[in-house]
């Protein structure tokens, strides 16, 4: 158990439909990553969070959003979903002071859009 | 552009045999590499690390070989056990706090 709790563990919607994905950090970790996982690709990194404020984003499409809220737990919002929005959102956190920074993952949500 | 390769998305070894997972980069600015594992219907979990300023990270059975010059890093099991079957991960970082860059993962397969 890496500590990082996910919500829910499955979502099935259908297309036009918007989700939200929670995510609670390790107690102590003060950044959170979110990182989506198509069928047969690696971890693609979408949006990175620290204490609040929004530090690095990757390849996050304009539908989707995220946010810090001040006990830390993190959200990822996903509109308008797509056929191809149907993936595996891992969320991760890490301590800002660690020399090694490992990043802690989550189970997971998988999102099936239908 | 992927940053991070993995070039086998197989491998399969008998148990107590070594199993040697492959990694290479294209990103000379990466500083931290790690090696996650991951099961199905899991989150990855952190397996073991290198700093770019070694060649060399053990840690019981598995061990992280980098080469800067290369741009590779691989990961050797010894000896590999069925508990070992799994997708791994190589992921390389920028220093700092950064993202991590992920390669598409390798599924190793051991056999008893």
């Known amino acids: 158990d890496s500590g990082v709790t996910q919500t829910p563990k499955h979502l099935i919607t259908a297309t036009g439909q918007r989700v939200t994905l929670r995510c609670s950090p390790r107690?102590?970790?003060?950044?959170v990553y979110w990182y989506q996982q198509s069928l047969d690709q690696g971890l693609q990194f979408l949006i990175q969070?620290?204490?609040?404020?929004?530090?690095a984003k990757g390849n996050i499409l304009e539908r989707f959003s995220a946010q810090q809220f001040p006990d830390l737990h993190s959200e990822l919002n996903l509109s308008s979903l797509e056929l191809g929005d149907s993936a595996l959102y891992f969320c991760?956190?890490?301590?800002?002071?660690?020399?090694?920074?490992?990043?802690?993952f989550g189970p997971g949500t998988r999102l099936t859009v239908l | 552009d992927q940053q991070v390769k993995q070039n086998s998305p197989s491998l399969s070894v008998q148990e107590g045999r070594i199993s040697i997972l492959n990694c290479d980069y294209t990103?000379?600015?990466?500083?931290?590499f790690l090696w996650y594992k991951k099961y199905p219907a899991e989150g990855p979990t952190f397996l073991i690390s290198?700093?770019?300023?070694?060649d060399k990270n053990e840690d019981g059975r598995f061990t992280v070989f980098l080469n800067k010059s290369a741009k590779h890093l691989s990961l050797h099991i010894v000896p590999s056990q069925p508990g070992d079957s799994a997708v791994y991960f190589c992921?390389?970082?920028?220093?700092?706090?950064?993202?991590?860059?992920f390669g598409k993962g390798t599924r190793l397969s051991v056999i008893a």
């Open positions: 991760a956190s890490s301590v800002l002071s660690s020399v090694h920074n490992e990043q802690f």
């Open positions: 107690s102590g970790d003060l950044s």
């Open positions: 969070y620290y204490n609040g404020e929004e530090r």
């Open positions: 990103n000379s600015m990466f500083d931290y």
């Open positions: 290198i700093s770019s300023i070694k």
């Open positions: 992921a390389a970082r920028l220093s700092g706090n950064t993202p991590l860059v």
